[in-house]
């Protein structure tokens, strides 16, 4: 079995004729949406008869929500709330991506077996955040495989050579599906998705690309369209990248989605106090955040918070300065320089970014704001 899907041996250069086609004044939109499962996201494009300035020009839409793990099939029309829109990389200028809310016909958040709009609630506490001026950066962790669930590069019998090798390689027997990180880079750069590096990780076929700083809710608007932009990528290049927390069992890293954290009053100086102050409050509430740092109340991280592999286990709380094993990490230049930030390294590579985002803004910041 091929590891590359049948797509992507279609004629390219036959599929750019078509692309570079005149459209006139017309615009093709493409709507994005998180689906039931609160991981995967879909899509569907209109045309617009002019260029959307800005999501206030955007309509509403609507899909059918029974067949996304939204809604009941005899009352399925859900609705589509644009709230952030982008350049379309694919479709080039002035075509866009538009990032949806999606909301049932009384326009509550959709909730069905899971709650897949997380971004209501999120939006609401970061309102009541916002004059402390919360900056989130997330460290997004990938792992590309074949269509047939192979990790891509990996020999087809056996395992490649052990973990030490990976880590921000160079070289054609240890840095596997660089085209598509480098195209993924560029892709986000033209959409005006605020990607700030990338790296190869320490499992090979394992990659990590870095999102914000961003405040307040844009962090997670801008992760979960470079989570599009990722998939539509590898879909053109015929692989898949998954983000599993731990996509392969044994002496293998796992994936995660680090968040770095930090206020104006820890990033001023002597704000090594609130961050203090932060990881204290953390620390008192571990399983909470534990339940809301994966997709699946913790169950996916268990795979991956073992103790071992970069990881503190799922069990224990724990914080230190340059400790790669703690649940939080303050950063060696912050623990010299007495403020900036600190790193969260609990969420698994799946989690949903406004529940992540909005449990640390619960934790960290509400009880500042009231006092």
Not at 47 to 67: N, Q, R
């Amino acid at each position: 079995m091929s590891c590359v899907s049948d797509s992507s041996s279609l004629n390219k250069a036959l599929r750019q004729q078509y692309l570079s086609l005149p459209q006139g004044p017309f615009c093709q939109v493409t709507y994005i949406w998180i689906d039931g499962s609160g991981e995967g996201l879909r899509n569907k494009t209109r045309t617009m008869e002019s260029e959307p300035k800005s999501v206030a020009d955007l309509p509403e839409w609507t899909f059918d929500g029974s067949s996304t793990g939204q809604s009941e099939g005899h009352n399925s029309d859900m609705l589509l709330i644009p709230v952030r829109m982008f350049r379309d990389p694919f479709l080039l200028d002035p075509n866009k991506l538009v990032l949806c809310e999606v909301l049932k016909h009384t326009r509550e958040p959709a909730v069905v077996l899971l709650e897949s709009n997380h971004r209501n609630k999120c939006n609401k506490v970061m309102e009541k955040v916002k004059g402390l001026q919360p900056w989130f950066g997330m460290e997004q962790e990938y792992t590309l495989l074949g269509v047939d669930g192979h990790p891509y590069g990996w020999p087809r019998l056996g395992f490649p050579k052990p973990q030490g090798l990976y880590y921000c390689s160079v070289g054609a027997d240890r840095a596997f599906g660089r085209d598509i990180v480098d195209c993924h880079y560029k892709a986000c750069l033209y959409a005006g998705i605020k990607i700030t590096g990338t790296n190869a990780e320490v499992m090979p076929s394992q990659w990590e690309y870095q999102v914000g700083p961003c405040e307040g809710i844009e962090i997670a608007d801008h992760l979960w369209m470079s989570r599009f932009v990722l998939h539509r990528v590898c879909e053109d290049f015929g692989v898949v990248a998954t983000l599993d927390p731990k996509p392969m069992v044994g002496d293998w890293n796992g994936a995660g989605c680090h968040i770095n954290v930090s206020t104006a009053s820890m990033r001023e100086e002597g704000g090594i106090e609130h961050i203090e102050k932060a990881i204290e409050k953390l620390s008192r509430r571990h399983e909470e955040h534990i339940r809301v740092y994966d997709p699946h109340g913790g169950e996916d991280n268990k795979r991956r918070l073992t103790g071992r592999h970069e990881t503190s286990s799922i069990h224990d709380f724990s914080a230190g300065v340059a400790n790669r094993g703690a649940s939080i990490r303050i950063p060696r230049q912050v623990g010299q320089e007495k403020c900036g930030y600190f790193e969260d390294r609990r969420p698994a590579a799946n989690c949903d970014p406004y529940a992540v985002t909005c449990e640390m803004a619960v934790t960290c910041m509400l009880d500042d704001v009231h006092e």
